[in-house]
């Protein structure tokens, strides 16, 4: 069957601009505080996944339980200080061949949509300068359910009115391409990482993709 691409859904973090050392080192500011093991490696695994269920999973590392008070009291210090991080965000930061891929794909009528996890997604657009390239935005402020959910990205498709069979979702994450093909996306997985199991193409970032190339992906994509 032959489908138009119509959307193009990206993930933040990961794929658009780089903020994991920005999580890791609030996330070890608070795994200090209550002395587990956290490392860069420890960092990884926490990818694409809620705030909420990332703290869940350092506690788990260390063995270690919280009272509901004392646990929102951490996510209100690791969002203080990944903030404190993300700070100095900046054009930089954004990730090999997002703008051009953004250009071409605007070029070619294809709507751009962002859906994150991350509830400081709108924040962090602003400050890499690209809030106004894209036609809508989901974070994780509009979702009661977190990744691998496909809640993210049915509104996403509501929101721009595009079926999801005619949406690519571009993620760094498992629980982003399990999201996106629970939505009945096709899931294109970015990095260089070989944990992104699941997805139907994968790629070492966004470089050398442009419409004519995404297009044909799609169109030869055999959904279940
Ligand atoms: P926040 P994405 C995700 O963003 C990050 O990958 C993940 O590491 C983070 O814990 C999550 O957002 C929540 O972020 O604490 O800012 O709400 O990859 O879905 O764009
Ligand atoms: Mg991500």
Redesign the pocket.
Same mark, same amino acid.
């Given at each position: 069957m032959h489908r138009d691409m119509k959307a193009c859904i990206f $993930?933040? $973090?990961?794929v658009i601009v780089r903020t994991d050392h920005c999580?890791f080192v609030a996330w070890k500011k608070i795994a200090d505080q209550l002395n587990i093991l956290f490392t860069e490696k420890s960092n990884q695994s926490?990818?694409?996944?809620?705030?909420q269920n @990332?703290l869940e999973m350092i506690l788990s590392m260390g063995n270690m339980t919280l009272g509901a008070e004392e646990k929102e009291e951490c996510l209100a210090k690791k =969002?203080s200080y990944?903030l404190a991080q993300i700070d100095t965000l900046n054009t930089s930061d954004i990730l090999p061949g997002a703008l051009d891929l953004l250009r071409d794909l605007k070029t070619h009528g294809i709507k751009l949509g962002i859906a @994150? +996890? +991350?509830? =400081? !997604?709108h924040h962090i657009l602003h400050k890499i300068g690209l809030f106004d390239q894209f036609d809508e935005v989901v974070s994780?402020n509009d979702i009661a359910n977190a990744k691998p959910n496909e809640e993210i990205f049915v509104k996403m498709a509501e929101k721009i009115n595009v079926p999801p069979s005619c949406c690519m979702v571009f993620e760094d !994450?498992v629980s982003?391409i399990e999201a996106a093909q629970n939505a009945g996306m096709m899931a294109i997985g970015v990095g260089k990482s070989d944990h992104l199991v699941g997805c139907n193409i994968q790629v070492p970032d966004l470089c050398e993709l442009n419409f004519e190339i995404l297009a044909e992906y799609l169109d030869t994509y055999q959904y279940d």
């Open positions: $993930d933040l $973090d990961g999580h926490l990818r694409g996944v809620s705030r @990332s =969002n990944y @994150s +996890s +991350s509830k =400081n !997604a994780g !994450a982003g």
